[in-house]
């Protein structure tokens, strides 16, 4: 339901821009929509969501795919490209309260409560930060995990993503936001990325209108930085970002799986987006498998470089040794 919703947003955007156009939604399943017994960091790597919608663009049955970005690897199989970066919704992290611990917060549920996520990221920072409680694997898509919360009597809380809940309508439903000094968010989280066929000029061309110049650059830094640290699901790597008077500010971190070891840092970079004339069209005009030609290329720069800086910094202070404790932890349970 979600990612029809989403889609049909992107959609409804398109044909305000295009009314000429006629567009047909395909509606597809895919591995990680159909393995729900399996925590998600142990069924390998982010392609889970993706792989069957590629192979539908790479035989030509669709022309554009939606995706929250955060689903997308920083390394798309060749041939692919994300044609757009849609204005970023909220990208925290939200607590959704079991109707008997409505008005709560996680600092005054009860001892030894059970947490539900099926993220690394979350479960490695709150366990940190709130030690008293129990953090446990909660599977399926929005409507399954909320019913799960609601019915079974295991849950206290679940957390999930503040931008799905929105975008579903149930707002109503949260009981507390997550900000970054309790639980930094996942690369890319709270946008939407449209994938698309890397040399379809014309459908590049359609999609490009769709950037959100902040998302876009404040992406870009993210999605450099995992793909510097090479974190994927398997391990916990969550960053925050900002745009402020043309500096945009980029936190990351990194933490074992347990939350006990965690490094963090914070760097910033200038970033111009006033329009300059380009030469020529590049040969890979792709970065971090994005391709927005209609945004300043020497920004697009800026805000890579920063994410490479940044995960360098963490890299050089031994964040590697912590990665590699959490993959092999999470590949041995």
Not at 305 to 329: C, E, H, P, T, Y
Request: proline share 4%.
């Amino acid at each position: 339901q979600l990612a029809r919703i989403q889609t049909d947003s992107v959609v409804a955007v398109l044909k305000s821009l295009y009314p000429g156009l006629q567009f047909e939604i395909v509606a597809m399943s895919t591995t990680g929509d159909k393995i729900l017994d399996t925590a998600l960091s142990k069924i390998g790597e982010k392609s889970l969501f993706t792989k069957e919608l590629e192979h539908a663009l790479e035989k030509n049955e669709v022309d554009l795919v939606v995706h929250s970005l955060k689903d997308l690897p920083t390394v798309l199989p060749p041939g692919f490209t994300i044609g757009a970066i849609c204005k970023r919704e909220s990208p925290y992290d939200a607590v959704v309260f079991h109707p008997k611990f409505v008005g709560k917060t996680l600092e005054t549920l009860p001892e030894k409560s059970v947490v539900g996520t099926s993220s690394l990221r979350r479960a490695a920072q709150l366990q940190r930060k709130f030690p008293h409680l129990e953090f446990k694997s909660i599977r399926g898509n929005l409507n399954t995990r909320l019913q799960k919360l609601d019915e079974l009597q295991e849950f206290s809380a679940i957390i999930l993503a503040a931008a799905g809940l929105q975008r579903m309508g149930w707002q109503h439903r949260v009981g507390q936001i997550l900000h970054p000094e309790e639980c930094m968010y996942a690369v890319g989280q709270g946008a939407l990325g449209v994938e698309v066929r890397a040399k379809d000029q014309d459908i590049l061309d359609l999609v490009g209108v769709l950037h959100d110049p902040e998302t876009l650059l404040r992406c870009i830094a993210e999605r450099a930085f995992l793909r510097h640290l090479e974190g994927g699901c398997s391990v916990p790597v969550a960053v925050h970002t900002a745009m402020k008077d043309g500096q945009l500010y980029l936190t990351g971190g990194v933490w074992s799986l347990d939350g006990s070891d965690s490094m963090q840092e914070t760097m910033q970079a200038t970033i111009c987006v006033t329009a300059q004339h380009e030469d020529g069209p590049e040969d890979d005009p792709q970065l971090v498998g994005i391709t927005a030609r209609n945004i300043p290329r020497q920004a697009q720069l800026a805000a890579e470089n920063l994410g490479i800086s940044l995960a360098s910094l963490l890299l050089n202070k031994g964040a590697k040794n912590i990665l590699d404790v959490a993959r092999q932890l999470n590949d041995a349970h």
